[in-house]
């Protein structure tokens, strides 16, 4: 076939059955199957490819950089197949839905709900960076929550716009609301895209709306360049000090002032974590 390079395997209806459509990308159907051995569930993403007959080269790199992530927030590739037709990435399944539905469904999440899952997301990025990795894509939708008991246990997924610190190229990737100022300004960029992204989410479950809104895609882009974030809307008032002001260091516009997420990690706002049982969520 055409993705001649190793591990990748055909006859995938042979080792797993195929149940019902879980989600849909914009190159890609995703399926629940069940492994006929273990009898496990997993999350199957299914590219035809006649999608990306053009250019495999983008689906190249999103299986070498998803083979080389392991780490407990970050989904697993378990095996590549290949048919006649499609290519057949076997992830994790994760079944507690995005964190784009959790949050519309919930209105917003608790201040130590969003710190829980913000300490969880900045370990991601740290881990990220070690392994020279940019996802370029991080957002409500590619975030999946582990099960429905709480709000900040979550596996990040789709690599599909990932790349490799060393021979990542300038382009702009990413989505309206949620793209790094210095990308919007045509400036080189690197890992600390990842780390905006992931300040334009926590402002967004604490507050209950995301910071950059607009009727087209185009005005959600130019207040997304713009970058005025409100921190004394009404929505953030019960916010305590300490979560403001990491949200405030996560998003600066300047890549340089932006706060890494060693430091974040070490952040007055992770001190004071309440103990077991001293809050109702
Ligand atoms: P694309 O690169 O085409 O956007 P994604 O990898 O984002 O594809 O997958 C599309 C959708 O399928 C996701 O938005 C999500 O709803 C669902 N999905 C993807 N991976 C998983 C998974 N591991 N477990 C559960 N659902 C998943
Ligand atoms: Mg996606």
């Known amino acids: 076939g055409h993705l001649s390079s190793a591990g990748i395997m055909t006859g995938i209806k042979d080792s797993f059955t195929f149940a019902k459509v879980i989600g849909k990308g914009a190159f890609s159907t995703?399926?629940?199957a069940t492994c006929k051995n273990n009898k496990k569930s997993?999350?199957?993403k299914v590219?035809?490819?006649q999608k990306i007959a053009q250019d495999i080269q983008p689906l190249v790199r999103e299986i070498k950089i998803m083979r080389k992530l392991k780490h407990p927030n970050i989904v697993k590739l378990y095996k590549v197949y290949e048919s006649i037709s499609n290519i057949y990435l076997v992830q994790d399944y994760v079944s507690g839905g995005d964190l784009y539905h959790r949050i519309i469904e919930k209105k917003r999440f608790s201040e130590n709900s969003v710190k829980k899952f913000t300490q969880k997301?900045?370990?991601v990025l740290d881990y990220l960076k070690t392994n020279g990795v940019i996802h370029r894509d991080i957002k409500l939708e590619n975030i999946l929550l582990k099960s429905n008991d709480n709000d900040y246990d979550f596996k990040l997924i789709d690599f599909g716009l990932a790349a490799e610190l060393a021979d990542h190229s300038t382009t702009r990737c990413g989505s309206p609301g949620y793209i790094a100022p210095e990308m919007l300004r045509q400036e080189p960029y690197g890992i600390k895209v990842d780390i905006f992204s992931v300040g334009i989410i926590i402002y967004t479950l604490l507050a209950g709306k995301m910071p950059f809104q607009g009727l087209t895609p185009q005005r959600v882009l130019e207040r997304n360049r713009d970058c005025h974030i409100c921190f004394h809307d009404e929505a953030l008032t019960q916010i305590s000090p300490d979560g403001i002001n990491l949200v405030q260091k996560l998003t600066c516009s300047y890549p340089g002032l932006r706060i890494s997420p060693e430091k974040a990690l070490m952040h007055h706002w992770?001190?004071?974590?309440?103990?077991?049982?001293?809050?109702?969520?």
């Open 30 to 32: 995703v399926y629940e």
């Open 121 to 123: 997301m900045l370990h």
């Open 47 to 49: 590219i035809p490819k």
């Open 42 to 44: 997993y999350a199957v």
């Open 270 to 281: 992770f001190s004071k974590m309440p103990h077991k049982g001293e809050r109702h969520e």
